[in-house]
T-cell receptor, first 114, second 113 residues
Framework: DAGVTQSPTHLIKTRGQQVTLRCSPK?????VSWYQQALGQGPQFIFQ???????QRGNFPDRFSGHQFPNYSSELNVNALLLGDSALYLC?????????????FGPGTRLLVL | AQSVTQLGSHVSVSEGALVLLRCNYS??????LFWYVQYPNQGLQLLLK??????LVKGINGFEAEFKKSETSFHLTKPSAHMSDAAEYFC???????????FGTGTRLQVFP
């Protein structure tokens, strides 16, 4: 049973560029949440997708957007990259949105913005 | 707003010693509570969770945590530390009526031989 997978594992971009990160949820899960973990910090909630719609959002600017596909996989897009966007981006999957189910995390994508 | 406080950004113990990692939450309504572990250059792995029911929760790798509503605490313990326990530990809550995890700032556990 495959767990949560994310791609790519590492990414280097320059300021002003755009980036797309991808996530495949654990088998049987239909909800995907994205988190940003800056160096030395705890993860911060970006947003959550269920039934192909953004259901909840944290305190992140509109430069951060996402998408969920019919197979429940998800993408996180970040436009106009800033140096401060350098972080580990974690995807977590769960089932039954709104039921506070346990979230299972992928290994993350480490983004470096130069 | 809901928050989580982890006391002590670094904890060092000797192998075989008791591990105690502290976590306090702020909420008028008891949230769902979690402990996650993060090994270097990896994602987060769930250690244990409290939702309802028994206040002493047992997790993987010999860890357990006790929910104390009167103290708004959810401290993580392990009777005997192993070298392999060295990692970053995060306490997290899911507030009532939401699905977003709110994490503490983490505690780095070092285990010395």
């Amino acid at each position: 049973d495959a767990g949560v997978t994310q791609s790519p594992t590492h990414l280097i971009k320059t300021r002003g560029q755009q980036v797309t990160l991808r996530c495949s949820p654990k088998s049987g899960h239909d909800t995907v949440s994205w988190y940003q973990q800056a160096l030395g910090q705890g993860p911060q909630f970006i947003f959550q997708y269920y039934e192909e719609e953004e259901r909840q959002r944290g305190n992140f600017p509109d430069r951060f957007s996402g998408h969920q596909f019919p197979n429940y996989s998800s993408e996180l897009n970040v436009n106009a990259l800033l140096l401060g966007d350098s972080a580990l981006y974690l995807c977590a999957s769960s089932s039954k949105q709104g039921m506070q189910e346990t979230q299972y995390f992928g290994p993350g994508t480490r983004l470096l913005v130069l | 707003a809901q928050s989580v406080t982890q006391l002590g950004s670094h904890v060092s113990v000797s192998e075989g010693a008791l591990v105690l990692l502290r976590c306090n939450y702020s909420s008028s309504v008891p949230p769902y509570l979690f402990w996650y572990v993060q090994y270097p250059n990896q994602g987060l792995q769930l250690l244990l969770k409290y939702t309802t029911g028994a206040t002493l929760v047992k997790g993987i790798n010999g860890f357990e945590a006790e929910f104390k509503k009167s103290e708004t605490s959810f401290h993580l313990t392990k009777p005997s530390a192993h070298m392999s326990d060295a990692a970053e530990y995060f306490c997290a809550v899911i507030p009532y009526n939401t699905d977003k995890l709110i994490f503490g700032t983490g505690t780095r556990l070092q285990v010395f031989p």
